[in-house]
């Protein structure tokens, strides 16, 4: 490494130095990743295998999880909710009519 002194430096050419710097580590680094990547794809190749199979990655975004309706508006069988999120206008109404949410639930 060569050894300079910065105090020669004027401050636009400190700030030049420092945002090449801050590109030098991050492509630096983005390169160190390549290479441990590229050296664990070699090694599950050579023990048979693809890298995705070992560390169980699957082609594209994870699914998220549906939750199933938990209560259904007797009034339109077609309104449902799961009973997570904001409450349906339907529950708020049944609930300032007395109605409990029990009145809601979908029979298992």
Excluded: C
Aim: aromatic share 6%.
């Amino acid at each position: 490494m060569s050894d300079f002194d910065l105090s020669d430096l004027d401050l636009d050419e400190l700030k030049k130095l420092h945002k090449e710097t801050a590109t030098a580590i991050q492509t630096y680094e983005a390169r160190r990743r390549q290479d441990a990547l590229a050296a664990a794809e070699a090694a599950a190749k050579s023990a048979g295998f693809s890298l995705k199979d070992l560390i169980g990655a699957s082609a594209g975004k994870p699914s998220k999880s549906i939750n199933p309706p938990k209560y259904r508006n007797p009034d339109d069988e077609t309104q449902v909710w799961s009973g997570r999120g904001r409450q349906p206008q339907w529950i708020k109404d049944g609930l300032a009519a007395n109605k409990s949410l029990d009145d809601f639930l979908i029979a298992r």
